[in-house]
């Protein structure tokens, strides 16, 4: 069966253009031309991966609220933001709420399916991993890597995809310190520090709704990050 991919973006030529494209990669698309319609019909079937725009008709950051909405339904769904906006404090945003990637407009359809075609294969990584091990116990800390799930003392915490691998990549080695090129390198995507930062913020923020003393991040600072077992 072909992958679904949504795109939900309101400018109709551009809409056509992605979609085209896709379909020409292989893909089954459905489109969207703003967050209403594009939640309506993700409440019958989630698509496998999402690609939206941060503004969509009158909303100016409509993609905003649909990537928190997405993310309330399925913390594995791939979403991918392409949008005009080449802020740094745009794409911090959009990573920030849990995106997989941040794209501009600029790039080349080649280069875009390209980044798909990698995020799709995070995914069958993380679905069926080559190593004998797939679940990962440190303590409280459990991570699947079949079902590509996270809990702290049996309780699920909700990650995307990137924010696992920085998890997985730190809990693997308790105790060693994992720079951001190295964190870079174990969820597969290019990141700056600010926005390195931000997902450590997001992922601390996350395991604190479940350990309220969560602390097993210790940021080392000028270096990195390191995993300390909690007890």
Not at 211 to 218: G, L, N, P, S, T
């Amino acid at each position: 069966m072909k992958k679904l991919i949504a795109i939900v973006e309101d400018e109709p030529a551009i809409r056509a253009n992605y979609a085209a494209a896709f379909e020409r990669a292989g893909y089954a698309v459905r489109t969207f031309a703003n967050r209403h319609q594009a939640m309506q019909a993700f409440a019958s079937r989630l698509p496998d991966l999402a690609v939206i725009d941060v503004s969509l008709e009158d909303e100016v950051e409509g993609g905003y609220e649909l990537c928190r909405q997405l993310r309330a339904l399925s913390a594995e769904l791939p979403i991918v933001f392409l949008t005009a906006r080449d802020s740094e404090i745009d794409a911090i945003s959009g990573l920030r709420l849990g995106a997989d990637d941040f794209l501009t407009k600029d790039i080349s359809l080649a280069h875009l399916i390209a980044r798909v075609v990698a995020l799709f294969r995070r995914v069958e990584a993380l679905q069926h991993p080559t190593r004998p091990a797939q679940i990962l116990h440190r303590g409280p800390l459990m991570l699947d890597t079949e079902r590509m799930q996270a809990s702290w003392n049996g309780s699920v915490v909700p990650l995307s995809l990137t924010e696992f691998w920085i998890v997985h990549a730190l809990a693997e080695h308790p105790g060693h310190v994992k720079n951001r090129q190295q964190l870079m390198d174990a969820a597969n995507v290019v990141l700056d520090d600010n926005t390195i930062t931000s997902h450590i913020k997001r992922l601390r923020r996350k395991f604190a709704t479940v350990e309220q003393k969560f602390e097993a991040i210790e940021t080392v600072y000028g270096m990195g990050y390191r995993w300390i077992d909690q007890v």
